[in-house]
């Protein structure tokens, strides 16, 4: 089963408990326009822990699913490789 990223991991909990961008961004204690940044053109960087947690907790998912998530990404970890870390 391939991982998810992390824009899908908050879509899913967004479409299925009807929660708006806004209201997503402040439980996960992020901007709007940067949980926008982030649907749009991607995770870049590695999102600071604390926002990672707060994605976990808020969308019920385990905190290694969203920092793998966060991790495929970034292009820190590949579909190719997935236990490797690119060097």
Do not use: C
């Not at 089963?1 to 439980?27: F, Q």
């Amino acid at each position: 089963m391939a991982t998810p990223r992390l824009v899908e991991l908050i879509d899913r909990y967004r479409n299925s408990h009807g929660v708006s961008e806004a209201e997503l961004a402040r439980r996960i204690g992020v901007t709007r326009e940067n949980l926008r940044k982030w649907r749009t053109n991607g995770v870049r960087r590695l999102p600071e822990r604390d926002n990672l947690a707060a994605v976990a907790r808020v969308t019920g998912r385990a905190y290694r699913d969203v920092l793998s998530a966060a991790l495929f990404d970034t292009g820190y970890l590949t579909v190719e490789h997935p236990a490797q870390p690119r060097p």
